[in-house]
C-alpha cells in the first residue's frame, strides 16, 4: 500500500473481481456444508530480534491478496451470514510506529472484498461456532503443528455443542490439490504479471554481461543483479547463484564468495520477483567475453539440448518430453567430446549421463520459484496444456573427475528460459537475454 493511500483502494478493480473468481471457483469445489481455513505465512526470525524480510503465503496472496502475517482467510461455501471472512491484526497506533502500517480490522471488508473480519486475537470466541455441523474441513495438516493444535482444539469445541443432527466436524481434506491445480493454470492477467518479471529478470542478466569482468567477485554480480531488480521495485525470487570456475558445477552455490579468474565461464541464476510473481533465468558465459574452444564445445551442447526440449514444449506433450530430448542431446554430446564412450540407444538406457546432468531438464514457475502443481496424474506424466508455466532448463557439470577429458574439466553451464505453453505452442518469455555464443561474445563486448 502507497504512503496516503486510502486504505479501502487496496487493488485495481480488475484485481479485485480476478481474487473474487478465483474464491468461488475453490468454494465450488469445496460444496455446501464445508470450511477451509488458510492462515498466513508467519514472521521468521533472523537473528535474536530481528526478522527475516516478510513474505506472505502463495495461497493467501492467490485468493485475497492479503500480504500481512497474523491473518486467517476463511471460506464457507453457503452460508448467508458471509461466506468469506477474513481475521487480521487490528490497527495499533504504536506498533505501527515502529513496524509499520496495518490495514485494519475496519478496513478490511472493503479493501479484501470480504464479506466480514474479525481480529485474529478473536479466533478462539468465533472459529469453534463456525465450525460446527460442518462435515469438511479443508485445511493442509502437518505444515505447521501450533495451528494444527489450533484448529483440534476448535474441532473439539464445536464438536461439543453441535446439533444432534449435524455433521461430524472432523474430516479433513486437504486443500493443496484444488489450490494448486488452480494455480497451475495461469489466467491472462497472471501471465502479464509474469512477463513484466520476466523483463526485469532479462534486463538484470543484461546488466551482468555488461559489467562483469576478470577480478570481481561473485558477490558484486548478485549486488548488480539484486540492484537492477530494487530499481524497479522488484525483489529476487530466490539467492542469486554466481557461479565462477568450478563453482558453476554446484548446482545451488549460493556462497557467491570468490574471485572470478580470467579465463572462468561464471553460471549466473538468477529472477525477478514482481507483484508475487516470479522470473528465473540461467545463463552461463565468459568472464573475459570470450569463450574458450572446450567451453564453447560444452556451451554448443547444452544450448542444443535447451532448444530441443522448448521445441517439445507443446500442448498435447507429456512434462517428460522436453526432459528425454534434452537427455538424448546432452548424453550423444557427452559421448562427442569424449566423456561418454559407447553406442547412444545403451547410453540412453543406463542413464549414463547422470553423474554430469542430475536435474529434470525444467520446473512449474508462478507465485514460488518452484511453483505448485502436480508433475504426475494417476502415475503418469502430466499432459502440457495452454497457461501452464515452465522452465527449461538443461545443464553439464563437468567437475575435476579424471574421467573427464582434461580441457572439459571444471565446466559447469546451465541455460534457462521461462515459457509459456500456448494453443499452438509455447512462447519464450525471457528471450530478451542473448544465449547464442556469439552473441554474448557480442554483447559483451559492446561499450555502450
Excluded at 67 to 84: F, H, N, S, T
Excluded at 126 to 145: A, M, R
Excluded at 199 to 224: D, N
Amino acid at each position: 500500500m502507497k504512503k496516503g493511500s486510502s486504505r479501502t483502494e487496496r487493488f485495481p478493480k480488475s484485481q479485485a473481481a480476478e481474487f473474487k473468481r478465483r474464491r468461488r471457483a475453490l468454494m465450488r469445489i469445496m460444496g455446501d456444508h464445508s470450511i477451509a481455513l488458510i492462515p498466513a505465512a508467519k514472521a521468521c526470525l533472523r537473528s535474536r530480534d530481528t526478522d527475516y524480510a516478510y513474505r506472505a503465503d502463495s495461497n493467501m496472496l492467490y485468493l485475497t491478496g492479503f500480504d500481512e502475517p497474523d491473518a486467517l482467510l476463511v471460506l464457507i461455501p453457503g452460508r448467508k451470514a458471509g461466506q468469506y471472512i477474513m481475521f487480521c491484526r487490528e490497527r495499533d497506533e504504536l506498533k505501527e510506529t515502529w513496524q509499520g502500517r496495518r490495514l485494519g480490522v475496519e478496513d478490511a471488508p472493503l479493501a479484501l472484498g470480504a464479506d466480514d473480519a474479525f481480529p485474529i486475537t478473536d479466533l478462539d470466541d468465533i472459529l469453534p461456532g463456525l465450525l460446527e455441523n460442518k462435515q469438511s474441513v479443508y485445511h493442509t495438516l502437518g505444515k505447521d503443528q501450533q495451528f494444527d493444535a489450533q484448529v483440534l482444539n476448535w474441532l473439539s469445541t464445536a464438536r461439543s455443542s453441535r446439533s444432534r443432527d449435524g455433521g461430524d466436524p472432523d474430516s479433513f481434506i486437504s486443500l493443496e490439490f484444488h489450490l494448486h491445480e488452480m494455480r497451475l493454470f495461469k489466467s491472462r492477467a497472471e501471465i502479464v504479471l509474469m512477463e513484466a518479471a520476466a523483463k526485469l529478470s532479462a534486463a538484470a542478466h543484461c546488466r551482468v554481461m555488461r559489467t562483469i569482468k576478470p577480478g570481481m567477485l561473485e558477490y558484486e554480480v548478485e549486488a548488480e543483479l539484486i540492484a537492477q531488480y530494487k530499481s524497479q521495485g522488484a525483489e529476487h525470487s530466490f539467492l542469486p547463484i554466481v557461479g565462477s570456475g568450478a563453482n558453476g558445477c554446484i548446482l545451488h552455490y549460493t556462497e557467491n564468495n570468490d574471485v572470478i579468474n580470467d579465463g572462468d565461464l561464471v553460471l549466473i541464476d538468477s529472477g525477478a520477483e514482481l507483484k508475487y510473481y516470479a522470473g528465473d533465468i540461467t545463463r552461463t558465459i565468459p568472464a573475459n567475453g570470450k569463450f574458450s574452444k572446450a567451453q564453447r564445445a560444452v556451451y554448443d551442447i547444452v544450448l542444443e539440448a535447451q532448444l530441443a526440449a522448448i521445441e517439445k514444449t507443446q500442448p498435447g506433450n507429456h512434462w517428460n518430453e522436453p526432459h528425454l530430448a534434452a537427455v538424448k542431446v546432452l548424453t550423444r554430446g557427452l559421448r562427442d567430446i569424449g566423456v561418454l564412450k559407447g553406442k547412444l540407444p545403451q547410453l540412453l538406457k543406463s542413464e549414463a549421463y547422470k553423474p554430469y546432468y542430475m536435474h529434470k531438464t525444467g520446473h512449474w514457475l508462478g507465485m514460488d520459484v518452484h511453483d505448485v502443481g502436480d508433475y504426475k496424474v494417476n502415475g503418469d506424466w502430466r499432459v502440457l496444456e495452454p497457461g501452464m508455466v515452465i522452465t527449461v532448463e538443461p545443464g553439464l557439470y563437468l567437475g575435476d573427475s579424471r574421467k573427464i577429458p582434461k580441457e572439459f574439466r571444471n565446466i559447469g553451464i546451465r541455460i534457462e528460459d521461462d515459457v509459456v505453453v500456448t494453443n499452438n505452442g509455447c512462447s519464450v518469455i525471457t528471450g530478451d537475454v542473448p544465449k547464442q555464443a556469439d552473441d554474448i561474445e557480442a554483447y559483451m563486448q559492446r561499450n555502450e
